[in-house]
């Protein structure tokens, strides 16, 4: 990847195609004027993007003890029948101070760093029930990070001096255990007097739980553990309590009280309903908050929340219980559990459970009802690197700042007499000086980049602007950018697909860099092209039909989705490293500007927009994917690049532990035959990529379809043909490996290629036809092989038009999502889709008669076929008989959208691979040495026996298809919801 711009055909950009409007512009010539060196940018002086488009948040926060600051605290508490506040300090040191708002210094009780050899790091301290007479209080420290018995929960006594220390010679050790990047460690006694420990999974962030200890309750980790410590057994300093669950499992530390947890940071009792609330810091994709029952098992590493992490591990003794709130990596990325306030500075937060977010500085706030989450809000957004929280023995609730080492608490916002100033228009934001013509203003630099990614057939023109005289500052990996800086895109689509002539702008969208974070902002264009408004929070979406020869038709009925904030939030993030396209890599191309080729880098350090020109041999670049004369594999490499990568990296968002980015050496990517975390689509033997098959590449099926499960999951709903077929040809170039030759794959896809010659040769008679497209439809790779075909156009006329027709109403989702783009546009249903406006079905009034029609009748709903009403219906699924009287509208609404949400443990799904290739899923309805018995979605009930089984693991999936009722109108749903809810 060493390349100059000069030495790669595929980085010339035609400029002028591209972003337009260049003759206003200083920083590039046009086509009749010298292309001597550039003028030095103008200033960008005419900004109005500033502060927030939201309402201002009801709390912010101030510092409680102002002269008050520590290095690097964890945790902070107090000590009963004291008024001091303790803090307790990472690198050993514990500190304590009058609870007196102008305590000007705090008093050292002990440097545990120096007083027992070995202690790396102080995690937490509580103090006894009993401390005013007994003294103890108890500590968990970490020695070095490996060792088997690295961490130590102890127990000390505390001098009654004032100020107090702790006397390390009272040390009584009570548990060790792994000691790892994971280790939890936060202390509580409940309010039946008993020790509470979290502990981790003992690992670092990736391989997800190396230990796999999540389920697994013979050792300490990943577990609450209760023990009573004011008695002793034979061999430990503590007693197991007998009502703890695991004491009568065998093989069980009968320590356990629930587990399951990845890295339980932080956790609290509510000090008048009991509830025990614990954060888990999460791996991918969510955070975690659970209220942690007896026995309860919280998913971990088979699950991550409530999504499927690692599917096919082995559970433990109890049923997976779903987190009480879990948070996506757009709004939190390292959650910290608080305390349910019973305080009185803030009597309208009495009873809120308060919890924050290590690297967002986000605080939320919830009451738990009845068993439910009501009023959950976000009560901040600081800057804060939230570590812990705690309150004194007044309940006066505390937070630290583990950065800055500040003790931080809640105030109210004062509420700004100034309305909002945010621009809610394009014109606005003084970017523009027109805004129709897309004409910016001076300062505003138009920029190419080399690999554009998919934008469901958009086209995209794009600028940046810098305050004032400030620079970028090109680093290897993320330039840094001075606060203020705007990235700008705005796509357009044409309306008659390849005509210029009639593009229209759809979207704005804008990244505003605050210093710290880059804040996303959509503007949808009006119809009539003359401005565009802010998008609200949560996206929106609109219809256009678009003259297209290559659709069935010659029409394209496209919906397009305008992306919420936190949605953009989960490509454009601190783990992506954004800005995903102004990098080296993809601005490393040559302008071709008249006859002249000019380095867009070169360019823009003669500018001043860079402080400094790039080395040569720093400057990578990318093939343009588009660049057919140019080799497959850069070309794929760079489309990954540009389209995947983001996501698919180590803490980027994607749980699939692939990493896209077309600097890592292909074996290194975690792509050549590995195991897909996320289901194989009734694929045989598949693999994120089978090198030489992209019948069994789970990257290249889900590319190709519509629905759920497709790739990219975000920004795009329309499939990219140009796209699939290079990644479909790169990975046919792929050497196979040993994998690639499985028998069973190999024989299943022989039968399939069989049928699609049959079908080929098809024409005389519609009956072979149908009986040669029942033998291709029966497999999935069956299914992509067909959907090639008729994307290649290989088939006669009219084999395709009855292959469309059979293959788009399979009773298969998985292989029917491969051709609904096949299907003439007035023949599609306008339908829910794939985004549901929840607000708006539950509004709506229902009708239980025509509900239940949608219930028994309506074609590719088929409820019937897996509840019973009653008599009527068969029972697969759960029976409905008197689900009224279980299940709100709401409740119900949700079951149906996210069946995979909350699953019984009689209705968990299990996956099924034979010997000899077959794939079955059904409910586990019986298992023994001899045979093992499941019911398939359609009540089948298939035996098959234990010698014939390859494997047998439980998946995270629901029988009920995600957004089965999306081919329905919102009224139909709504009077689905009246029927279910009339049966009580």
């Not at 008024?83 to 708002?101: A, C, L, M, Q, T």
């Not at 408004?533 to 003259?547: M, N």
Request: charged share 20%; with cysteine; aromatic share 6%.
């Amino acid at each position: 990847m060493d390349r100059t711009p000069r030495e790669s055909a595929a980085t010339v950009v035609r400029w002028g195609l591209v972003v337009g409007m260049l003759s206003t512009l200083p920083i590039y010539a046009s086509a009749e004027q010298p292309l001597a060196k550039s003028e030095p940018r103008a200033a960008w002086t005419t900004s109005q993007i500033s502060g927030s488009p939201e309402p201002p948040l009801p709390y912010t926060t101030e510092r409680a003890f102002p002269s008050l600051s520590f290095n690097r605290c964890l945790d902070i508490t107090a000590a009963p029948g004291s008024d001091r506040i303790f803090v307790v300090e990472e690198r050993g040191k514990v500190f304590s101070f009058p609870n007196r708002s102008d305590v000007e210094s705090a008093d050292l009780v002990i440097d545990l760093a120096k007083a027992i050899p070995g202690v790396s790091r102080v995690y937490s301290l509580t103090f006894h029930p009993d401390f005013e007479t007994n003294r103890y209080c108890y500590v968990c420290y970490i020695k070095k990070v490996g060792e088997p018995d690295g961490t130590h929960v102890a127990r000390f006594k505390m001098t009654d001096a004032d100020p107090p220390t702790i006397d390390v010679a009272s040390e009584t050790t009570l548990l060790t255990w792994l000691s790892g990047g994971h280790n939890g460690c936060c202390l509580k006694f409940g309010p039946d007097g008993c020790l509470y420990i979290s502990t981790g999974d003992g690992g670092p962030a990736n391989p997800p739980d190396p230990e796999h200890a999540g389920q697994d309750v013979s050792n300490l980790l990943s577990s609450i553990l209760r023990i009573d410590v004011d008695q002793q057994s034979a061999d430990q300093n503590y007693q197991i309590p007998p009502d703890n669950p695991f004491v009568d499992l065998a093989g069980a530390r009968g320590e356990v009280w629930a587990y399951g947890l990845r890295n339980p940071w932080r956790m609290s009792f509510d000090s008048e309903t009991g509830d025990l609330w614990v954060g888990d810091v999460g791996w991918e994709l969510w955070e975690m908050l659970n209220r942690v029952e007896r026995g309860g098992n919280y998913g971990w590493s088979v699950l991550e929340g409530s999504h499927p992490s690692n599917p096919e591990r082995k559970r433990g003794p109890t049923p997976i219980l779903p987190p009480t709130i879990e948070h996506s990596h757009t709004e939190s990325s390292s959650i910290t559990d608080g305390l349910t306030y019973h305080g009185s500075r803030l009597p309208e937060l009495r009873g809120t459970h308060i919890y924050g977010d290590y690297d967002t500085g986000k605080i939320w706030g919830f009451r738990y009802e009845a068993g439910q989450v009501v009023e959950h809000r976000e009560l901040a957004d600081t800057t804060h690197r939230i570590v812990s929280f705690g309150e004194d023995n007044n309940n006066a609730m505390y937070l630290l700042d583990h950065t800055a080492g500040t003790i931080q608490r809640l105030v109210a916002n004062r509420p700004s007499e100034q309305p909002s100033r945010f621009p809610r228009k394009l014109s606005e934001t003084g970017l523009f000086d027109s805004v129709v013509d897309q004409t910016p203003m001076p300062g505003v630099i138009p920029y190419a980049i080399s690999a554009q990614p998919w934008a469901d057939h958009a086209v995209a023109q794009r600028f940046v602007a810098v305050p004032g005289s400030e620079m970028i500052e090109p680093k290897p990996k993320t330039w840094a950018f001075p606060s203020g800086t705007v990235l700008v895109k705005t796509l357009s689509l044409d309306m008659e697909q390849g005509n210029p002539a009639t593009r229209q702008h759809v979207e704005t969208q804008i990244l505003h860099y605050d210093g710290i974070d880059w804040l996303p902002y959509t503007y949808a264009w009006n119809q009539q092209q003359t401005d565009a408004t802010l998008v609200p929070s949560d996206g929106d979406q609109r219809a256009f039909e678009i003259v297209d020869a290559a659709s069935p038709g010659g029409l394209r009925n496209q919906t397009w989705r305008f992306a919420g904030r936190a949605e953009c939030q989960r490509c454009h993030n601190s783990w992506s490293g954004p800005p995903l396209g102004f990098n080296t890599l993809q601005l490393n191309c040559d302008l071709d500007i008249g006859d002249a080729h000019v380095s867009q880098l070169d360019r823009l350090a003669e500018i001043g927009l860079i402080d400094k020109p790039i080395d040569p041999k720093d400057r990578e670049s990318l093939v343009d994917p588009s660049d057919t004369p140019a080799e497959t594999a850069p070309r794929a490499r760079a489309y990954l690049q540009a389209n995947c990568a983001h996501c698919h990296r180590q803490h980027a968002g994607g749980a699939v532990l692939s990493k896209m980015h077309s600097d890592v050496p292909l074996s290194e990517t975690n792509m050549l035959d590995a195991r897909p975390s996320q289901g194989t689509f009734g694929i045989h033997s598949a693999h994120v990529i089978t090198p030489g098959d992209p019948l069994r590449s789970v990257l290249w099926y889900r590319m190709a379809k519509l629905g759920s499960g497709r790739m990219p999951y975000i920004g795009s709903s329309e499939v990219d043909v140009a796209g699939l077929a290079l990644i479909g040809d790169w990975i046919d170039q792929l050497p196979p490996s040993e994998s690639s030759s499985d028998p069973a794959a190999i024989r299943r896809q022989s039968d399939a290629l069989a049928a699609l010659a049959e079908l080929e040769q098809s024409a005389e008679t519609e009956t072979d036809a149908e009986a040669s497209l029942e033998k291709l439809l029966s497999t999935t790779e069956g299914g992509l092989l067909l959907m090639r075909s008729l994307q290649q156009k290989s088939l006669p006329e009219a084999v395709a038009s009855l292959a469309i027709a059979r293959a788009a109403k399979h009773p298969n989702a998985g292989i029917r999502d491969l051709f609904e783009r096949f299907l003439p546009a007035d023949q599609r249903v306008e339908r829910l889709g794939n985004v549901v406006a929840t607000d708006q079905i539950l509004a709506l009034s229902g009708d239980a008669d025509r509900g239940r029609l949608v219930f028994f009748e309506t074609a590719g709903v088929s409820c019937k076929n897996c509840h019973r009403i009653g008599e009527a219906g068969t029972a697969v699924g759960p029976d409905l008989t008197a689900i009224g009287k279980k299940l709100s509208a709401a409740e119900l609404l949700e079951s149906i959208l996210e069946p995979s949400k909350r699953i019984d443990a009689p209705y968990l799904t299990y996956l099924l691979e034979t010997i000899d290739g077959r794939v079955l899923s059904g409910l586990l309805v019986g298992k023994d040495d001899n045979q093992v018995t499941l019911r398939e979605a359609t009540g089948t009930v298939v035996v098959v026996a234990a010698d014939d089984i390859e494997q047998l693991v439980p998946q995270r999936k629901s029988l009920m298809p995600e957004l089965l009722v999306r081919d329905l109108t919102s009224q139909q749903v709504a009077d689905l919801l009246s029927y279910l809810i009339s049966l009580k």
